[in-house]
């Protein structure tokens, strides 16, 4: 490289105070000009189509917004910038030459970012709607042009040996399979701006410590130079896994550590399960450190991936205790990013990153060896079992990841609905994608209304543990095939909903995209379904494709409804809270329906109507039965009998209710000559005893299980469990002269389902 090309080349880059400044016109979304009031350059401006932002004495302050593609350029160079690469492009005409023999042979870089030790080339690419790009073109280019990318900057920089990672970051750009493969194969990565998201959120959490993260998304698997990695290390043996105890400097463990939020940013490393790492959190804990000089004698869990799974180099020590399992000696720790896989302790470990006791105090540390992913999942769910609560739609995505290889019905069809919930909120093809709650990421509608409406449905059939009872209308038994076909079949019904009601949809808070917007239609297309089995027209092999045709133009009626929706109905159906307010919903989507298809049967339509009709009552007290019986009686027991063992019954139920069930038995049992049919105590129990028993252990046996969703917040035991108060109320009505309202029905349903999971 001659020394001119040089000069031309490191003329374009910027460091340092130079990076600061551009970073502040590069993180604003519009440009700024001021101009003095009357001037001609005023005037073409505004012509130009700037605006005025501020009018000052002799001045006036201009704005423009930036056209989409420069702003998202802009986003991405500032997100490196935040993340402390020192070495970035000047503006967007920085062209680095690939051919040796004709330097005039260029590409043009849209973001260029290194640092010590690395390399990134970003290519930037964005539209204004959601949609799967074509990307052949320019990865070919980049097939071909990488090498001599690569030896240009090698020349550029002949004292370093930086690793090189190309980037392909889109905004409302998805990739194709084919498109996929070829990026794969020169090594490259796709950063969506879901994934770009993550990273300035991280940034907002954790600082320039965010790039340890990074870096590990980056290069996993490829080795950190200049790293010590022999540690004093303790051998042991625990659940059938080998184990490692040690001490290390936190900086070690934050360049070979990896944290697997559970966010679209790891979306192709699943299952993954941590919650993002708090800010105020991570401030008190570095405050701790380094102003009250405290800290942490419990240990980070940490999973380590040794090398093509094989076992981690240990030198063990001669000295050693005769008998004893444990062993002391050297470990060697992979020299590797992304060798590390925090499933405890993130936040006490990145509250170091910025501390100036980084590299000279040492965190306790227990490390596990080449668990499968699964395995870290189910290890953190136990740690965090006692700790605070794993939110619900975290619970609810882990459930794709856990259970889809369940030997029992129950947890595959969990496993079945939280996987359709995802791919819905996170498929750019869905209607959905980007409004559904995964993980951590809090949207318009949640993974526990999904599994509400699917349960409700009868597209996946009823199931015991080890038997399907009744084969749903796109579940016969094949998990990939129902996941396939109710995927498409909700992809293709929503997505003509959202094409024809497009400007309701994209509205903030609007009537269609919510919780029970979801819940009505989804109930509404199972009617329609339903209806579709019922006259023949389909059958289980039928193509979804052909399904949707079959239900198009019942749709219309959908669509009408609204368009024609008056703001006093929709206040009335967006304030009706609960699963009152679902199922109400639902209703007033069936009314519409049938004014123009009365021949389909609407289940459940006239007894909502008529509100207080007595068929209400059969299913409400054989729902309060099974709830008794299975949800309650057995449950509880199950949990007296972990927790107590054999005194479980005099231990665990208050003293009142246990003299009293004791006494009926015996009275029961006096007049009963076989032994074999003789009551126990526990049979003489009423609905509300369980209540006083549940609320004799609440903290350390019953909360987590009897609180119902979204009440968690709402004061003491005793509110907590007002629903088995209410439940007891119905339960004690005489059946033959009391009518089960609507609303109560409702509520009985609500709980039911809550319990049944």
Known sequence: MTEELKIKLIGNLITDN???????????????ESFTNGSVALKEKLSEGWEIKAELKTKTKLFKKKPLDIAFEDKVW???ANLGFKLLNKNRHFNIPYDKKDTNLTHVVDVFAKDDETVLIVECKSSSKDKIGDFRQELEAMKSKKGGIINTISALFPFTKPKFKY?????????????????????????????IDYYYLLHSQIGVAARYQLLGSLFAGQEIPDLENRIPAIEGKMGGNTYYSFSIEPEKLLKIGFVLHRNKANENMMPTYQRLIKKARLKEIHNFIDDDKGYFPNSIIINILSDKNKKLTFDQSNNQVPDAISR????????????AYIIDGQHRLYGYSNSKYKSSNTIPVVALVNLDRSEQVKLFMQINENQKAVPKDLRNTLDADLLWDSESYIDQIKALKSKI????????????????????DKRAITTEHINLALNRSDFLGKVKKNEIE?????????LDKAYNNISDFLFSTFGYLKEKLDEIWEQEGNIIVINKGFYGITLLLNDLVNHLYKTEKIRPTTNVKIIFDEIKSYLDTVIHFYKDLTDIKTAELKTAYGTPGDAKYWRALQVAMRENHPEIHYEGLDEYLKKEEKENNEKAFRLIREIENTFLKMRVREKLEAEFGKNWFKKGVPEKIYSEATLLAAKKNREIEDEDEEKEPWDQLHLIDYREIILKSWQKLFETSFTKPG?????NKENKTKWMVELNRIRNENYHTYYVTSEELS?????????QG
């Open 18 to 32: 130079d990076v600061s400044r551009e970073l502040r016109v590069r993180k604003a979304d519009s440009y700024f």
């Open 328 to 339: 002391i000696g050297i470990l060697h720790l992979p020299k590797k990013y992304r060798s």
């Open 167 to 195: 980037i392909l970051a889109t905004s409302r750009l998805g990739l194709s399979d084919n498109d996929q493969l070829i990026l794969e194969s020169i090594d490259g990565i796709h950063f969506s701006e879901e994934i």
């Open 711 to 715: 009440e968690e917040k709402i004061g």
């Open 421 to 440: 919930a995802i791919n819905l909120g996170e498929n750019r093809r869905s209607p959905f994608f980007g409004k559904i709650s995964i993980g951590e």
């Open 470 to 478: 009744k084969l749903g209308t796109f579940y016969t038994g094949d």
């Open 78 to 80: 500032s997100l490196f």
């Open 747 to 755: 509520f009985i349903e609500e709980i039911y389902d809550w319990l």
